[in-house]
């Protein structure tokens, strides 16, 4: 079952859903608009080795905005710090940055119950598009989780910023 925003806004204030900062203007009626932190990061590799930790760049966000190129991931972050350990956070974009070809959120749109830090834009798009910092970039839902309840409390955990894939740690621990 999905919340609506009046009970995610209610959620919110009864410290069942962390929204942090939390801005009324931002409910719609089924979800919360998230906003673009200031910086953005981009792999240095050309090709991405899912067994190796990855290097990136960090590349802040200037008032001009900065255009997200195609064939090239940029990683961006929520200013909000978002989580909950009594229900499901699921990200996705917006339809107006979806009608500009940006994807926001290639594929990891489920945020574990239990979760709690800047979530991650995997931003990626199909013809040159400016962005700006603080720009309503997507959108969170929050489901009501059936059955017992495990949190989080893996490598994403406390994020801060964007996150870079962490995948390489899931293959040094099978060896």
Known sequence: MILTGKEITKQVRNNRIT????????VNPNSYNVTLGDY???????????KMELKTK?????????????????????????????????????????????????TADLVDIGFKGNLTFQMHSVQPVRIYKGMQLGQVMFWKPTGK????????????GPQESKVYIDFKSKE
Request: net charge negative; glycine share 8%; no cysteine.
């Open 58 to 106: 960090t590349i802040p966000i200037p008032d001009k905005g900065i255009i997200i190129e195609p064939d090239k991931v940029y990683l961006g972050f929520t200013k909000e710090i978002i989580g909950s350990d009594h229900y499901v956070p699921t990200i996705t974009g917006r339809s107006s940055t979806g009608r500009l070809g940006l994807f926001v959120q290639i």
């Open 40 to 50: 953005v990061k981009v792999y240095t590799d050309d090709i991405l080795d899912s």
């Open 19 to 26: 929204i942090e900062p939390f801005d009324i203007i931002n």
């Open 149 to 160: 309840i495990k949190l989080y409390n893996g490598k994403y955990q406390n994020s801060i």
